[in-house]
């Protein structure tokens, strides 16, 4: 049973092409966007737990889980994929540099300390509401962040594509013929075709090992108690060690934070639906943070929105969200399938690279787009110099030696992202430089005691079916 609610836009009508309710198109399609956006994620969301010991099975179970735990306190109504966070794998590093299973634990005792920044974030936005805080995040702020956010993703995609560039060039092609000649469903699922067309083809050029697929079990549990931070206290237990986890990695959770309202910013953009208005930032926030406690309680990786998901929706126009909860659902099944998440671990980079690399840089396309729907003015000198100082920052130092400004507070090693100084430094002159147009701060602060005061970016409220 669905129900019609308010949603409001972001200013532009919708585009005709655009779905916000797949039902109309049958459970069939609805179900095939579902598993396309499952693929979409897998590359990346496989990675972490390859990169830092964590199980792929659990990877898996928790993305599912906590996508749908994130889709129920934010109504339903963004669609959003909640993936592994790659902001924390400095953290797993710092605790478990080899990936040591005696050690994993604390360092996912110190993710879910860090989980628990969200929901103090989403308490204050909630306190103060979202008018007085947003003013800090206009067009001219989370447009380069939007776009920082793809670019910083690029170099992944072509490290990957390297590995063997004419598998990677498949994908590409693929892709691209199926968006722009494609007819009918061919047209609207251009990653998952892209996946498996890749796939097939680095298959018969002999570049996967499908040994791990052979031996796997079909059925097997997701979790193993000794991998869950409840595991940690017993006898053995190390206070000093969980202090240091958490001291180390609760910080990160600042950055991760900053990176969610600029993913919020970008889904909204995609789908010309304000998020950050309805369901607010303070319910988005809190699932993030829910989920990343509960996938890291029991030894999964930290979850975070995902920009994959958000470039399939930016080719696919397809924005209803029970598609991306369909995809939830299959990442929960196949959790209990060994031999399914060995399919998956045995997709070659290539593959992974060549879809990436359309879908990094249709999140940088949104954040371009961003600017250029609100009339983002680049003859004033202060947006010149916000745009110009993010994307240097956040880009200059994501491909710096370090990777991220590391400085130590306390004894405490503290590593900050590019994309985190670039976000902090941007709304700071946001603040401090004259001039700011009209309509994305003037007389907000003000009006804000008034519930139905418009945000900066809402122009129109129109009217979609939002299930119960």
Not at 71 to 86: D, R, T
Not at 150 to 175: K, M
Not at 240 to 249: D, E, M, Q, V
Not at 252 to 271: K, N, P, Q, R
Request: proline share 6%.
């Amino acid at each position: 049973m669905s129900d019609t609610k308010t949603v409001p836009t972001m200013g532009a009508d919708d585009a005709p092409d655009a779905v916000y309710d797949a039902r109309t198109l049958g459970a069939p399609k609805m179900t095939i966007f579902g598993i396309q956006h499952m693929f979409a994620m897998f590359g990346a969301t496989i990675l972490v737990p390859t990169l830092t010991g964590l199980s792929v099975s659990a990877t898996l179970l928790f993305a599912g889980l906590g996508t749908l735990l994130f889709h129920f306190l934010a109504k339903g109504k963004v669609p959003a994929f909640l993936g592994s966070s790659f902001a924390f794998i400095a953290g797993y590093a710092a605790i478990a540099p080899n990936g040591e299973a005696a050690l994993l634990p604390y360092a996912c005792l110190g993710v879910a300390c860090a989980g628990l920044l969200y929901l103090i974030v989403s308490a204050l936005f909630k306190v103060f509401g979202p008018q007085r805080i947003m003013r800090f995040f206009p067009p001219v702020v989370t447009g380069p962040i939007v776009i920082c956010i793809g670019l910083i993703l690029a170099p992944s995609a072509i490290a990957n594509c390297e590995t063997n560039w004419p598998v990677a060039l498949v994908a590409i092609a693929i892709i691209v013929i199926s968006n722009i000649w494609g007819r009918g469903m061919i047209r609207i699922i251009p990653i998952l075709l892209g996946v498996i067309g890749s796939y097939v083809a680095a298959a018969f050029a002999g570049v996967v090992d499908f040994a791990p697929v052979a031996d796997a079990a079909w059925i097997g549990l997701p979790v193993l108690w000794d991998n869950t931070v409840f595991a940690l206290f017993g006898p053995n237990f190390d206070a000093g060690l969980a202090i240091t986890a958490i001291i180390t990695i609760m910080p990160l959770a600042f950055a991760t934070i900053i990176e969610h309202i600029g993913d919020m910013s970008a889904i909204s953009s995609t789908c010309n639906r304000n998020f950050i208005a309805e369901p607010g930032l303070h319910r988005t926030l809190l699932g993030d943070g829910l989920a990343t406690i509960v996938a890291s309680l029991f030894g999964a990786p930290a979850n975070t929105t995902y920009g994959e998901n958000t470039g399939v929706l930016a080719l696919t126009r397809v924005f209803d969200p029970r598609v991306v909860r369909i995809a939830a659902c299959f990442a929960i099944l196949f959790s209990f399938c060994p031999k399914f998440a060995a399919v998956i671990s045995c997709m070659p980079a290539c593959v992974i690279g060549g879809v990436s690399l359309v879908l990094y840089g249709m999140i940088s396309a949104v954040g371009i787009r961003n600017l250029v729907e609100n009339h983002v003015d680049f003859m004033m000198s202060r947006n010149v110099l916000i745009t110009a100082l993010i994307l240097v920052l956040s880009l200059g130092i994501a491909s710096s030696a370090a990777g991220a400004i590391v400085f130590e507070v306390g004894g405490v090693t503290v590593a900050l992202s590019g994309l985190a100084v670039g976000s902090v430094v941007g709304i700071l002159l946001n603040i401090i430089l004259p001039g700011k147009e009209e309509g994305w701060d003037g007389g907000l602060a003000a009006e804000a005691e008034a519930d139905d005061v418009p945000l900066p970016l809402e122009a129109e409220v129109t009217s979609l079916p939002i299930a119960d």
